[in-house]
């Protein structure tokens, strides 16, 4: 286990409010890779570059929004 690692699992043990924050904050960083994802295949599809379009879109997990997140 690295360090960091091991840093944050002692964080989290001993600080709830860190573990809370730090697992927002992760979350809130995934569904930043997942638009920049979103982002990217819209514009391969704008210059026809379907397979790559594809390839991206199989990565990215299907699920639902969040019902705070739903328009």
Same mark, same amino acid.
């Given at each position: 286990?690295?360090?960091?690692?091991?840093?944050?699992?002692?964080?989290? =043990?001993?600080?709830?409010e860190? @573990?809370?924050?730090?697992?927002?904050?992760?979350?809130?960083?995934?569904?930043?890779?997942l638009l920049?994802?979103?982002?990217?295949? @819209?514009?391969?599809?704008?210059?026809?570059?379907?397979?790559? @379009?594809?390839?991206?879109?199989? =990565?990215?997990?299907?699920?639902? @929004?969040?019902?705070?997140?739903?328009?």
């Amino acid at each position: 286990m690295s360090d960091l690692k091991k840093y944050i699992t002692g964080r989290k =043990k001993t600080n709830k409010e860190f @573990a809370k924050s730090y697992e927002e904050g992760f979350e809130n960083f995934k569904i930043g890779i997942l638009l920049r994802q979103a982002k990217t295949i @819209a514009e391969r599809a704008k210059k026809g570059d379907w397979k790559k @379009a594809r390839e991206i879109l199989a =990565k990215a997990p299907d699920t639902e @929004a969040e019902d705070d997140d739903k328009l």
